[in-house]
């Protein structure tokens, strides 16, 4: 994709994760992407896991996780400011970790796997929204809330990117940007957002490029 003029690829480093919300209520709430490079291939696939540390209980609805890959541009004219924006994938799922916690801590804990096995997001739980704001995504907030219990909590994940993907791109008029978003879900609270950006490299097949078929060899 060219943007003002310029085609690149940037190596978006998503190292130091952003945590949005009330992190203090979490020693540790972050995305962990097993690529230490964190730069992906379109349609290779990402594994990963999202990590939740806490040092005393906590109540929580669901976790969710959302992959986002988007362009934006934008640029002034005549003392206008313009923008441009497109979407390239957004998929939210509900990894269903909480569903088999407690729903209270007094309940009788039986014993949790913290760390399950890698699995597809197509088979977990697929929230209905996948283009809206995060407000979509919220779950019933009159729900209880059930208990996370203290200690380190793993949730794997594994995702495919679509094929057809412009490289990731930071430029003076705008960027191509990959994320990942996890959300901790709180009942009557705010919910505790951590992101991870990573880089795609596009891939041109020749094959779809008129000027090049007309080339017999």
């Known amino acids: 994709m060219s943007i003002g003029g310029k085609r690149s690829i940037s190596l978006t480093k998503g190292r130091e994760s952003s945590v949005v919300g009330t992190a ?32 005393e209980p906590k109540q929580l609805n669901e976790v969710l996780l959302e992959v986002k890959g988007r362009a934006r541009s934008y640029w002034t004219q005549s003392r206008k400011t313009c923008s441009a924006n497109e979407a390239y994938f957004c998929e939210q799922f509900n990894t269903t970790y909480t569903h088999k916690l407690p729903k209270n801590y007094g309940d ?9 096995d890698n699995q597809q997001l197509s088979d977990l739980q697929q929230r209905p929204t996948a283009k809206t704001s995060s407000s979509s995504v919220k779950s019933d907030p009159k729900k209880l809330g059930r208990t ?6 793993q949730i794997p994940f594994s995702y495919t ?11 003076d008029y705008g960027f191509v940007r990959y994320t990942c978003r996890a959300i901790c879900e709180r009942p009557w609270d705010f919910d505790i957002v951590c992101f991870r950006a990573f880089t795609v490299i596009g891939i041109e097949d020749l094959n779809y490029e008129a000027e090049v078929r007309k080339y017999s060899f």
């Open 108 to 116: 009788e804990l039986k014993k949790i796997s913290v760390c399950e």
């Open 148 to 153: 996370l219990p203290p200690g380190v909590h």
């Open 161 to 171: 990117l679509p094929k057809h993907l412009p490289s990731s791109f930071e430029g």
């Open 24 to 55: 203090k209520l979490l020693d540790r709430f972050e995305i962990l992407l097993d690529n230490i490079e964190e730069v992906y291939f379109a349609g290779q696939e990402i594994t990963g896991k999202v990590v939740i540390e806490c040092s």
